[in-house]
């Protein structure tokens, strides 16, 4: 398989994007090779510019639930973008994409649009703390939220991939208030909150998408919720890549624990750039200008971001989409874990992640002693076999309406051939 227009592209791109890329778990550092240059999307395939084609199970890092180009998107897209591309004013679909959640999830009592997962989670827990007048935050080790300051502290995702410390450039003072506990552990939350007095919320990946999957132990999430409530702290679940993705209401649907702040990304744009928080109402209000804590953006609401996410979000809430996505995802997760000892899976709704492994991975001490060289030999693999899978163990995986029994079992074959090779 040709991928040299591909390197012939990052060759060029070195000289003009740090690293040749725009967001560093492109590069393929994590798994060796260079990265592919895409030339389209369709349904649930990429197609690179060397004319190569891959079932395409990264969608775009998991908003495109319903496949690429769908047509009911572009075709939404294309009428909203006749009618203007952003206002920087207040329009109707704003009201019609905050219905659309609110119903789905419907502790967002109000909800404010932003551009960016990261601006989401960064703006919740600013509101946290004015809520609450406390300093201090507790996020869990190997747990993204975003690219804030205060928020990389023991981060999974791009930095766990590359290996790098949690970023030079951030201050002990941007850190300070921020204590982290391992996944899973809910005595050493509680021995956090026993310590100390100020804590203003706990946050968290309820299902963790960005150290591999990783699934919340049965009483984790209840014990939070708990914990929390008995404290005066808030609970924020960074729904960015859950919310729409492990079920049709988020994680506190499946899991039946509702948290005070909730963040949103990823499906509610379609594909488009977008982000969100909300919850109780008595909490949001605090939001300028109903309120006194400041966070606004030019492009938040726009147009675009919001016709591709009602578009998708009707689409995915029509009866038999949710079970057809089901379906797939059983297929898929029944025959990635025939492939033999070694191997753990883990799936919830659309999400699975694979490790290579001897022992359940329940946190990131069990997911940094997965076989991270053994992952990338698979997925050059699976590469050759015409499967794009993220490039790094930490990266969870992604179903779309679009994979159908012939893209599953293409997929499987391509596993089992890649597990035979070692």
Known sequence: MSRERSEQLFAEALDLLPGGVSSPVRAFRAVGGSPLFIERGEGAYLVDVD????????????????????PRV?????????????????????????????DAMPSLELIRFVSSGTEATMSALRLARAFTGRAKVVKFTGCYHGHADSLLVQAGSGVATLGLPDSPGVTPGAVADTLTAPFNDLDAVEQLFAAYDDIAAVILEPVVGNMGLVLPQPGFLEGLRELTAANGALLVFDEVMTGF????????????????????????GGGLPVGAYGGRREIMELVAPAGPVYQAGTLSGNPLAMTAGAETLRALAEPGVWDGLERAGARLEEGLSALGEGVQVARVGTMFGLFFADEPVTDWETAKRADTSRFAAFHAAMLEGGVYLAPSQFEAGFLSTRHADDEIDATIRAAEAAVAAR
């Not at 004319?51 to 496949?67: A, C, E, I, Q």
């Not at 572009?74 to 920087?88: D, N, P, Q």
């Open 245 to 268: 993705r492990v079920h049709p209401g988020g994680a506190q649907a499946l899991y039946r624990v509702t948290p005070d702040l909730t963040t949103l990304g990823k499906v509610i």
């Open 74 to 102: 572009v075709a939404g897209l294309e009428e909203a973008t006749r009618r203007g591309t952003s206002f920087g004013a207040p329009s109707p679909l704003e009201l019609e994409l905050a219905r659309l959640i609110r």
């Open 51 to 70: 004319g190569n084609r891959y079932v395409d199970y990264v969608l775009s890092w998991g908003p495109l639930v319903l496949g690429h180009a769908h």
